[in-house]
């Protein structure tokens, strides 16, 4: 766990957020994907938000209960700070999504590229059991990982791809496949990545 912290506070504390491949200037599909299956009541948790747009979007949008999740503090400090006064209206919280015990339940779950890099069995089982925790019967999944296609490692870390289809696997009967959605992510330096979006449903 101190070192995926470590690890993810060292990239924060030193790069600049555009110069990240994973930086989204503005996460299209993700908030296609929210807007179609949540109220703007509906509480949403953005697992690994990091110093991600997306909560900039959904506040903007309307939506009022909102909680990032990251294990990084550096990185949740560069959101804080871009927010400002508006980072008040959002529920921060520092830890490892393997360590984490869910104190509510969110009818969003938003995951973009966190559980891809599980790649040991027992850290994915981990994450499962906050998943599981932390949604109700109806809740809404969304999953974003490499697709088979996907580069094999990111941030100097390996990592898991999937399909949908594995992806639903991994999952269990828990959680019923809805959707699914192909995203060639271009990064920074031009290089294009291979992504899956999953949506489930909690059943």
């Known amino acids: ?32 994907i929210i807007n179609s299956v949540a109220r703007k009541d ?5 697992i690994g938000g990091g110093t991600s747009r997306l909560v900039d979007e959904l506040l903007t949008a309307g939506y009022s209960d909102l909680t990032v999740l990251d294990v990084s503090e550096a ?11 508006l980072a008040d209206r959002v529920d921060w919280i520092a830890s490892d999504i393997t360590r984490w015990e869910p104190p509510r339940r969110w009818g969003v779950w938003h995951d973009r590229a966190v ?13 499962l059991a906050a998943l599981e925790k932390g949604t109700a019967k109806g809740a809404s999944v969304v999953i ?5 296609d996907g580069p094999q490692k990111c941030s100097g870390l390996p990592v898991q791809r999937y399909s949908a289809e594995t992806l639903a696997e991994r999952l ?3 959680f019923e496949l809805k959707a699914q959605h192909p995203e060639r992510h271009v ?17």
């Open 75 to 85: 990185a949740l400090a560069r959101s804080k700070e871009r927010l400002g006064v």
């Open 42 to 46: 509906t509480p949403i948790i953005d």
């Open 144 to 148: 974003s990982t490499f697709a088979l």
């Open 172 to 174: 269990g009967s828990g």
């Open 1 to 32: 766990m101190n070192g995926r912290r470590e690890h993810w506070n060292q990239v924060y504390s030193t790069k600049a957020e555009t110069d990240v491949s994973w930086y989204q200037p503005l996460p299209h599909l993700a908030l296609s």
């Open 115 to 127: 559980f891809h890099f599980l790649t040991d069995p027992i850290d994915q089982s981990a994450y």
């Open 187 to 203: 990064t920074p330096s031009g290089a294009s990545q291979e992504f899956v979006y999953a949506v489930f449903e909690r059943v």
